[in-house]
């Protein structure tokens, strides 16, 4: 079955730095778009970034453009989201997803995640 494990959220300050990792098993990694979305305290599920199959196309939603940065590496069946210039309400438990923007909440496919916070 799917499997989709997140890993390197933690603590950091203000303008600080993370690289999120999410390991892939149990289907064709390189078959499909993938996605971050994440969850912050009392708040629903906001996608943040997706990535094509290939790793030809990325997009971002607006709160993080500039600042973060998805990439694959198919042949390790490994997705990452490179996080720089962090805010405080960039905390939020961060998910990979099977997916791209428009359809990761219908494939129902997201990882436990890892939580992200980000305070002085």
């Known amino acids: 079955q799917v499997q989709l494990v997140e890993s390197g959220g933690g603590l950091v300050q203000p303008g600080g730095s993370l690289r999120l990792s999410c390991a892939a098993s149990g289907f064709t990694f390189s078959y499909y778009p993938m996605s971050w979305v994440r969850q912050a305290p009392g708040k629903g599920l906001e996608w943040v970034s997706e990535?094509?199959?290939?790793?030809?196309?990325?997009y971002y939603a607006d709160s993080v453009k500039g600042r973060f940065t998805i990439s694959r590496d198919n042949a390790k069946n490994t997705l990452y989201l490179q996080m720089n210039s962090l805010k405080p309400e960039d905390t939020a438990v961060y998910h990979c997803?099977?997916?791209?923007?428009?359809?990761?909440?219908?494939?129902?496919?997201w990882g436990q995640g890892t939580q992200v916070t980000v305070s002085s």
């Open positions: 997803a099977r997916g791209g923007s428009s359809s990761w909440s219908v494939e129902g496919s």
């Open positions: 990535i094509w199959s290939g790793g030809g196309r990325t």
